[in-house]
């Protein structure tokens, strides 16, 4: 039987010492129904094939690649680091502290 991965403590990507992980399902929820996944990894698979991510690097996922693509192309952790542009964040992040967030990150103020 899986089991969902152990909480870490830092980000899978950036490596960052981070108190709030978030859950980063490696194929999107919004793709859960999608039969070919089905067939090819099965429901407890999608289920719970996780990463455990920073806020900031989560949100840049999203920003950059489509869900699409996120289940059929970029679903390991190592899959995502060879994105380009996740790979040229993660390493910008990875140089800051673990409570550092980016402006684009950040709530926007009135």
């Known amino acids: 039987m899986l089991r969902k991965p152990a909480k870490p403590l830092h980000c899978e990507l950036c490596q960052r010492p981070v108190n709030a992980l978030t859950e980063h399902h490696l194929h999107p929820k919004s793709r859960h129904k999608d039969k070919r996944l089905v067939r090819m990894y099965g429901r407890e698979h999608l289920r719970?094939?996780?990463?455990?991510?920073?806020?900031?690097?989560?949100?840049?996922?999203?920003?950059?690649?489509?869900?699409?693509?996120?289940?059929?192309?970029?679903?390991?952790v190592a899959r995502l680091r060879q994105?380009?542009?996740?790979?040229?964040?993660?390493?910008?992040?990875?140089?800051?502290?673990?409570?550092?967030?980016?402006?684009?990150?950040?709530?926007?103020?009135?």
């Not at 806020?55 to 679903?75: G, M, Q």
């Not at 996740?86 to 103020?109: H, I, M, Y």
């Open 48 to 76: 719970l094939a996780i990463a455990w991510l920073c806020a900031p690097c989560h949100k840049h996922i999203h920003r950059k690649i489509t869900e699409r693509d996120l289940a059929y192309e970029y679903f390991d």
């Open 83 to 110: 994105h380009p542009e996740v790979s040229e964040f993660v390493e910008w992040l990875s140089q800051k502290p673990g409570d550092f967030t980016p402006r684009t990150s950040r709530a926007r103020r009135p």
